[in-house]
């Protein structure tokens, strides 16, 4: 009996309670909306923090979802296996007559550098990890990776595949860390035209294309030519691959990435620093040279 | 007590199944699948376990949730933080005050329905995180997008169904 007369005594105030509840999800929606766009840190320790708390799950998720592609991929690779080991050894015959020149030269670069007292280049460690998430839509291109501030992630390092430049670092938490893809729309990475030397931006657009801005107005880049990085900026190591050149569209260079996005698992993540320029980056661990 | 606790036990499942489905729709739209070329046009699946369960089980599935795993798929998207939560907070408000025209109705009424309500999600999501971002991503990726989360509708929903059957309706 009392428990009707409570309800018949609570249901106005029901329907006002829902309502300011639902304003406030958007009023609380909304300002954290103009904090991110205004690079609020205090957004980014919340998303970080959340990404960070669900990272075990992503991880133990991560696994089937590999498991379920590397099954998919051995399928293929199956009916090719002829085709791929012939490919693979007239490959070596070639590689091997590549070693042989690059042996030499290396030993003449060495020499000259001895020479020429050149400064040495700087060196870069790196840190392995796994990619555990992607960002599942058409508005962002960014994937997670296990490893963060634990593993001597800082902001700004470069990120890269034995193909070539993934990305770069853009948040880091303790334990993992948001890489932006060359391929997505806020991109912008300072490189040059190997053959020519001539410097520009790579840009992304969230295509699987990127566009060369900046690039001097006298540079005629060819098809096929290596888009290399600059170090501009000494963050990310100079003469990584990032694309190719693949034509040239409404003025702008059009550029292929080297990496393979849909078999993406494991990256590194570089530690370069110029020395004296930038200080030391790491923080914890002790990670393998990479060069 | 016993009798008490006993209950609870049993309703577990069929409290928790809205809430548990759509954090797993949040995880796996997140999961490093390697299909090729469905990573970018990914549909919003925990648009569709909203919607579906807005219609079927409006009680267990309470707003600040849906904000909540809105926020989760953010964080976890990188996306506009708080974009997601608004969309699904909005979408959720929207189909539970129409709701009495899909209950109990024929299968393609809640299609249709989901036929209006996805795609002005994805021109607001697209605006939001334009606004944040400071550029317009290409409407292409956005469109085929849609047309998958459209078409993927109907077996998401299917399998919802199965789940809301098999499952008693907590008192």
Redesign the interface.
Known sequence: MKDAQFRRFALPFRGVVQRS??GL??L??????A???AGSPA?ES??TR??DT?QP??EV??HP??F??RGADDISRFFHVYADNRRLREENTRLLAWQDVARRLEKENLNLRNLATIAPEARAAFTTAR??????????????VNAGRQDGVTKGQAVVAAEGLVGRVV?VGDRTA?VLLLTD??SRIPVRLESTRDSAILAG???DRLRLNFLPADAVPTQGDRVITSGEGGQIPPGLPAGLVVGVEDGSVIVRPLVD?????FVNVLDYAVPGVLPQTREAGQPDTLW | MVAGLEFRWRDGPAVLAPLLTTFTAVLVGTMPLGIPFVGPVMPPLCLMTVFFWTIHRPQQFPRVATFGFGLVADALGGQAFGSTALILVVVQLLVSSQRRFFVGKHFALTWWGFLLVAPAAAMVAWFLNAAVHGAFVPLGPVLVQLVLTLVLFPPVAWVLGLIDQALPRPV
């Open positions: 509840a639902i999800l958007v609380v929606a909304v300002t954290f909306m904090l991110d766009q957004v919340l998303r959340t990404v669900l799950l992503l998720l991560s979802a590999t379920a592609r990619i555990v998430a992607t960002s599942g839509g058409a508005f962002v291109r960014t994937v997670l948040e948001r729309l806020n657009d969230n295509s996005w849909q078999r993406l698992e």
